[in-house]
């Protein structure tokens, strides 16, 4: 497993836009396909979108599509999904995952990844 820090997470008002990154302190997470999931209050965690260890492919929630943008600098070992056009509803504390194997495509089940951050707060005023 490694050892996964979100950070970016904060409060802005509707229409506007955050960006979160996901950093490793130790290993590198460059052989594995990694996601960013949320958790809102009373509600169970769920997929926002992941990227496949190389960076080639991608895949979004529903919910986020057109809004939300996940990426990775490999030289940089980091993670980062772009929010923007955010609303009420993405109110929650986003997580970052990495794959429990290298080199496999972006995926969308909790159960594939092993290794979690701490979570960073996202709050969307109205």
């Known amino acids: 497993q490694v050892q996964l820090v979100e950070s970016g997470g904060g409060l802005v008002q509707a229409g506007g836009s955050l960006r979160l990154s996901c950093a490793t302190s130790?290993?590198?997470?460059?052989?594995?396909?990694m996601g960013w999931f949320r958790q809102a209050p009373g509600k169970e965690r769920e997929f926002v979108a992941a990227?496949?260890?190389?960076?080639?492919?991608?895949n979004y929630a529903d919910s986020v599509k057109g809004r939300f943008t996940i990426s990775r600098d490999k030289a940089k070992n980091t993670v980062s999904l772009q929010m923007n056009s955010l609303k009420p509803e993405d109110t929650a504390v986003y997580y970052c995952?990495?794959?429990?194997?290298?080199?496999?495509?972006?995926?969308?089940?909790?159960?594939?990844?092993?290794?979690w951050g701490q979570g960073t707060q996202v709050t969307v005023s109205s």
């Open positions: 130790g290993r590198t997470i460059n052989s594995y396909a």
């Open positions: 995952a990495a794959d429990r194997e290298r080199f496999r495509s972006a995926r969308s089940d909790m159960s594939d990844f092993a290794s």
């Open positions: 990227i496949s260890w190389s960076g080639g492919s991608t």
